[in-house]
């Protein structure tokens, strides 16, 4: 098993990836920022049609081909439309949880290649005003983005170039505590895509090699249910790298790297979940066995696509999510280390 880990690393590419926003389908800087650490690993990379990254990974022998899969999209807002005094309403992109974005700072990317700032507010924004500022429900229709530019009506944002359809990314968060915990919105999925790439410098730093030739998807439409679709051509297996899910009687900590036997889309392959459970429990890794009931993966939308391929799902613990995450650096470890042993497959 690797052992030698550079959590430093793993680190760096979290923090590096949570500065480019990336809202599902706004993904091209993102993309090109893991594209970057993987030629400097030594790795092809490509980029599809569809914006996906693909990293390839040479094996050590031929007669079979395998994949991981992640996604660097995530959650985020875009302009639904523009008020007559100036506001702006917006529709969710994928599925964040509203309550805890009242406040948070935002950037608002016009088609133009403006950026502008602001602030995600409720409509009743004010104690001292608004008797209903408590109780008022935080969803689309009660919210709205304060632009930071000396708008009155709506012609005046128009002008700025701001229009329906423009991304809006709220703020990440990201913190790293000296007690090893990561504390950012969008873990899911960037800590798992570090986690690929903490593999990947893992096994180069050991002279290790995967036993057969790998393919590395990196998505950028996961958050909206299609990410993984085009995955699985000329492929046998493939292994999702996605969060794993902390609460109720599910038994993932934020130590753990989770091994998902069923999501909300059915089981995963028997018998890839069975050898993913065999390498931890031969390598005395920290994991946790759950079925995950409101989730779907990379490796669901492919296998709904058609493709004839076998998937797994695996990631490391992360809290609240959808909200203000958090993991610990021991559950990216942890998550690591079973990346590489199922890549080496000895």
């Known amino acids: 098993m690797i052992n030698k880990i550079d959590k430093n690393y793993v680190f760096e590419v979290i923090k590096g990836l949570m500065s480019i926003d990336s809202p599902s389908g706004f993904c091209g800087k993102a993309i090109e920022y893991v594209g970057g650490k993987a030629k400097e690993l030594g790795h092809e990379f490509a980029v599809t049609n569809k914006g996906c990254g693909v990293i390839t990974v040479k094996g050590r022998e031929k007669g079979k081909r395998v994949g991981l899969a ?23 992109v994928g599925g964040p949880i509203l309550p805890t974005l009242d406040g948070e700072y935002c950037k608002i990317y016009t088609r133009d290649g403006r950026v502008y700032s602001g602030t995600i507010l ?18 689309e229709g009660n919210m709205y983005v304060r632009l930071d530019e000396v708008v009155k009506k709506a012609d005046d944002v128009k002008a700025l ?32 895509v570090a986690c690929i790439l903490g593999a990947l410098k893992a096994m180069k730093d050991e002279g290790a090699m995967p036993r057969f030739d790998t393919q590395i998807f990196i998505t950028v439409y996961e958050e909206v249910g299609h990410g993984g679709a085009p995955m699985g051509e000329g492929l046998d297996e493939m292994l999702a790298v996605d969060m794993g899910c902390i609460g ?14 069923k999501d909300g889309g059915g089981p995963y392959d028997y018998e890839m979940v069975s050898r993913l459970k065999g390498y931890a429990d031969e390598n005395g890794i920290s994991y946790a066995m759950d079925i995950y009931p409101f989730y779907g993966s990379d490796v ?5 696509a058609g493709h004839d391929v076998r998937g797994a799902l695996i990631g490391p613990g992360i809290h ?22 199922y890549l080496e497959a000895k």
């Open 70 to 92: 992640a996604h660097v999209d995530t959650l985020g807002l875009m302009v639904r439309s523009i008020g007559a005094d100036g506001s702006i309403a917006f529709t969710k």
């Open 122 to 139: 409720s409509k009743s924004p004010s104690v001292h005003v608004y008797a209903d500022n408590a109780t008022k429900l935080r969803d």
């Open 161 to 192: 170039g701001v229009g329906v359809g423009d991304y809006i990314a709220y703020d990440p968060k990201t913190v790293i505590t000296e007690s090893g915990f990561v504390k950012s919105r969008f873990l899911d999925d960037k800590a798992s």
């Open 248 to 261: 109720l009687d599910l038994g993932c900590t934020e130590y753990d790297v989770s091994i998902c036997a």
């Open 300 to 304: 669901g939308a492919m296998l709904r």
């Open 320 to 341: 609240a999510s959808h909200g203000m995450e958090r993991t610990h650096v021991n559950a990216l470890i942890e998550t690591i280390k079973l990346i590489t042993l």
